[in-house]
């Protein structure tokens, strides 16, 4: 259960086991940071909120490495993987924020419909 604010920079996550992510119970702005090179599920499960049971604070998880860091064979560097396991990130519902385009936009348009 990760229920502390900032989680020191890991190089390696093994999860065979369960790896939960607690939302702070009170404060919707509540910010937390976890930080790693790998996360590698194995046969594990990651739970950042689920659709019954949402994740309710904010949460910045940071993938480290740069091009020369070393791969896991199959899956590369700086990743989450998930190998025979799951992986759940449900955050609260959002309102639309997007739309779709109501005829093509060719090059150089310079104006847009939009759908309602």
Known sequence: MVDVD???QLSFLLVEG???FAPHPTDATHQ???DAGY???NGGYMEVGTEEFPYTSKITITMHGD???PAIPTYGN???AVRKGSLHLVGKPREITWTML???AN???TKITLLP
Request: charged share 15%.
């Open 78 to 80: 700086k990743n989450i």
């Open 102 to 104: 109501d005829s093509t």
């Open 32 to 34: 937390r940071y976890f």
């Open 107 to 109: 090059a150089a348009t």
């Open 18 to 20: 369960e790896l939960l």
């Open 39 to 41: 996360i590698f599920i």
């Open 6 to 8: 900032i989680v020191p």
């Open 67 to 69: 091009v020369t860091t």
